[in-house]
């Protein structure tokens, strides 16, 4: 049971990731870098 949970919390924590990065990726190309995570760098 715990390791279960364990994969699928790890599943769930990547999946949160990659939708992150996919956003950050998004708001970086749809406004030339000037956009709201630009700040992060």
Sequence with gaps: ???L???WGL???HG???ALISVWM???ESRDGSG????MH
């Design 1 to 3: 049971m715990g390791l």
């Design 5 to 7: 949970q364990l994969d």
């Design 11 to 13: 599943k769930l924590c």
């Design 16 to 18: 949160f990731l990659m």
């Design 26 to 28: 998004l708001d970086c």
């Design 36 to 39: 709201y995570f630009s700040g």
